[in-house]
């Protein structure tokens, strides 16, 4: 239906379908739409596409892979640091997650909340609380 429409270069439209089969398991072919994305490498709202990709490689357990988009992220925003943070949160590397935590420029509310919850799910509760307060 994409490509009857001819919306295939709709970033919103890209950054839907990337989501889709990153939500179904199907990372290979939200790679793909990645790949065929022309505009990945400007700032702006193509930081959209390469964080359902972050994520989709957290949720995969691709950690590598996931570090590796964000290095080579044009323009790292601060839903991309939590995301990565959040990735090696939920596979259990807290130790990663803070040193990522500690690396980042501009912490928010979701990034100290990130961080909480991680301690937390990792049954630190003794540092979830220090983080919080």
């Known amino acids: 239906m994409v490509l009857r429409c001819g919306i295939e270069f709709?970033?919103?439209?890209?950054?839907?379908?990337?989501?889709?089969?990153?939500?179904?398991e199907k990372l290979g072919s939200a790679f793909k739409v990645f790949d065929e994305?022309?505009?990945r490498f400007e700032s702006g709202s193509s930081?959209?596409?390469?964080?359902?990709?972050?994520?989709?490689?957290?949720k995969a357990g691709s950690m590598k892979k996931a570090v590796k988009l964000f290095k080579a992220m044009p323009m790292k925003e601060n839903v991309s640091w939590s995301?990565?943070?959040?990735?090696f949160a939920k596979n259990g590397d807290m130790d990663r997650a803070m040193e990522l935590f500690d690396q980042m420029p501009d912490k928010?509310?979701?990034?100290?909340?990130?961080?909480?919850?991680?301690?937390?799910?990792?049954?630190?509760?003794e540092k979830a609380l220090s983080m919080f307060f």
């Open 10 to 24: 709709d970033s919103f439209v890209r950054v839907s379908l990337a989501d889709m089969y990153v939500k179904v």
């Open 37 to 39: 994305s022309p505009d």
């Open 47 to 58: 930081a959209l596409l390469w964080n359902v990709l972050i994520k989709g490689c957290c």
């Open 83 to 87: 995301t990565l943070i959040d990735g």
């Open 108 to 125: 928010n509310v979701v990034s100290w909340t990130t961080m909480v919850d991680g301690f937390s799910r990792n049954g630190d509760c």
